[in-house]
């Protein structure tokens, strides 16, 4: 027969001081593996959300990123006529050639220079990214030196309010409106007419080319066409994919970094749930005993230590992953490994971060408890008793 519930519980409730900081130390662990993992989720979910699923994006082989990449006006022209391209309702092709550039403005929060991605688009941009809106204000006329900002850029920095002028690149440029993509990376980019970026960064080349592919094997038939076209020297992805590919160095390196900490931090904590546990033995040998002659086997007594041990566990799990999704209603800024430019984002709880992390903390009540509830099924009858 097993040993009640109920049981283990009260003897948890007795030591409540001790149960709290056991279960405090496997908390703070558990925050900080839950935020890593939710940190790498919100990365993620900001970079592969920037693209639209039936967007192409091409740039030059070799390059990793559109900062690096230059397509020249035949290839631009080249890639653009390809029947593979959706046409919008006045008969054009869907595509937007795009100059993409880095420039340095100061932070709000802490007055210091950070890099912004410039982004020049065609006409054809915003209709490109459905999911990007205007919030406020109005789209910057073609050929004029008008701007609109990411909602990010706008909360962010100084002098990106709507009005608001900016000195870049030997021009003023003026914001006129400001647009909110919806939580991806486009909320940390600055967009405008790609013919006058490009004239005022002396630019002679674009950087990348977005169209419109909504069809399988239509992308199979361009991807396949660049690739034997002497002329192009690009390459072709789909925008989630390209995306997807550029938050994989800044995921290695959260990865890595969370789980050195978390591995740090749990050593430490399952050696006090091993204290905590093994005191308890020590406390408990005359009732470890009394079970013992009540005709509970071993294997009950094992079974009880290792479940309060469990249970002390999810305790802190719980405990860590409530404090842990509190980072959900705050919103964080850091640096784009690919780009280096300020990327903002949000952390995001999943459903599988919950199970990860909950399992986690099972992980080490378990390897914590395990010594001591073999102790304590070990306990000789006679000798048990004679503690009283």
């Not at 027969?1 to 519980?9: E, G, S």
């Not at 690096?68 to 006045?90: K, R, T, W, Y």
């Not at 709000?108 to 205007?134: D, E, F, Y």
């Not at 705050?330 to 984002?345: C, E, K, P, R, Y």
Request: with cysteine; hydrophobic share 50%; glycine share 8%.
């Amino acid at each position: 027969m097993a040993i009640p519930l109920t049981y283990i519980a009260r003897n948890l409730w007795a030591r409540r001081l001790t149960t709290a900081l056991t279960a405090g130390g496997m908390a703070l662990v558990i925050f900080v593996f839950a935020t890593v993992l939710m940190l790498d989720a919100g990365l993620t979910q900001t970079l592969v959300s920037t693209g639209e699923p039936d967007n192409v994006v091409v740039i030059r082989k070799g390059a990793e990123t559109e900062i690096q990449s230059a397509i020249d006006h035949q290839q631009a022209n080249a890639l653009e006529m390809h029947p593979a391209v959706a046409l919008g309702p006045d008969g054009r092709p869907l595509a937007s050639k795009e100059a993409v550039v880095l420039i340095s403005l100061v932070k709000t929060s802490s007055g210091k220079p950070s890099n912004v991605v410039i982004r020049g688009v065609s006409p054809n941009g915003l209709a490109l990214r459905p999911r990007v809106k205007l919030v406020a204000g109005r789209p910057f006329a073609p050929g004029s030196s008008e701007i609109v900002v990411g909602s990010a850029i706008a909360k962010g920095f100084s002098g990106t309010q709507l009005g608001d002028s900016l000195h870049f690149a030997q021009r003023d440029w003026t914001v006129v409106g400001v647009f909110d993509a919806g939580g991806s990376g486009f909320d940390s980019e600055i967009w405008g007419d790609v013919d006058q970026l490009m004239q005022s960064f002396r630019r002679t080349s674009y950087s990348s080319m977005v169209l419109r592919i909504p069809s399988a094997d239509g992308f199979a038939r361009f991807k396949a066409d660049i690739d034997v076209d002497p002329r192009l020297t690009d390459e072709a992805k789909r925008e989630q994919t390209f995306y997807g590919d550029q938050s994989k160095a800044l995921s290695t390196f959260i990865n890595i970094l969370g789980i050195t900490l978390s591995t740090i931090f749990s050593i430490a904590a399952i050696i006090g749930a091993m204290i905590t546990m093994y005191a308890s033995v020590a406390n408990r040998v005359a009732e470890i005993g009394t079970l013992r002659a009540l005709g509970f086997k071993r294997a009950n007594v094992l079974a009880a230590f290792l479940l309060e041990a469990l249970l002390l566990g999810f305790v802190g799990g719980v405990a860590g992953l409530a404090c842990a999704s509190l980072m959900q209603f705050a919103s964080f800024s850091t640096t784009n490994f690919q780009t280096f430019a300020d990327l903002s984002f949000r952390f995001v709880l999943t459903p599988a971060i919950v199970v990860k992390t909950l399992l986690f903390s099972l992980l080490m009540g378990l390897v914590g408890g395990f010594l001591p509830a073999l102790r304590a099924a070990r306990l000789n009858i006679v000798d048990a008793l004679r503690a009283h």
